[in-house]
């Protein structure tokens, strides 16, 4: 393992809430967000509504509809998330995590991020993440192998992506969203 450490930047925070639809109205009429995506990941989850000032991203918040407070170790409703720029910087996270005995580690494909979901030695959850070139609807998730080429990541994320809402290149979304955000801000 190698003493590298790779620059992470703050990417997204992560929201467990009780009343979505006053939270989202709140991100979005008090502090100007917009909605990017909205949709309930699976069954028995709570809601997901992804929120972005920034047309480079899709997403800055997420609010995820909770009855209760999710437990400390559901990482993906209560976390923080940390982007890096390539994927290798992404499996030597993997390798410190796994140096540092962090069994909670989870990787995760959501079509726009390949990312890894783990806890801290307190619970806390965090997320790590390199940006794909792709755009589909949130909330997406599926299977990430790093052990896997970079080519052989990127073909098989855009063979399960084909055909499914939204997907497009992720600059084209970028682009888009830069437009929509600009007619807001002219109101």
């Known amino acids: 393992m190698t003493d590298f450490a790779p620059r992470l930047t703050l990417g997204h925070a992560t929201l467990a809430v009780r009343d979505l639809d006053r939270m989202v109205a709140f991100y979005t009429d008090v502090l100007g967000f917009h909605v990017t995506n909205r949709g309930e990941p699976a069954p028995g989850m709570g809601e997901m509504v992804f929120l972005t000032q ?15 407070p999710a437990p400390r170790a559901f990482m993906f409703a209560d976390h923080l998330a940390f982007r890096t720029g390539t994927l290798d ?10 140096a540092a005995e962090i069994t909670s580690v989870v990787p995760v494909s959501h079509g726009n991020a390949w990312s890894l979901y783990f806890t801290d030695p307190e ?4 997320e790590c993440f390199v940006d794909t070139p792709f755009h589909v609807a949130q909330p997406y998730g599926d299977g990430l192998d790093l052990s896997a080429s ?38």
């Open 54 to 68: 920034d047309p480079t991203a899709h997403h800055q918040i997420v609010l995820v509809q909770t009855a209760e």
């Open 89 to 98: 910087e992404l499996r030597v996270i993997g390798q410190k995590l796994a």
């Open 123 to 126: 619970g806390n959850g965090l």
């Open 150 to 187: 970079d080519d052989e990541i990127e073909a098989t994320t855009r063979g399960k992506l084909e055909g499914l809402p939204e997907f497009q290149p992720f600059d084209d979304w970028r682009r888009a969203m830069a437009a929509r955000l600009a007619a807001s801000a002219e109101g």
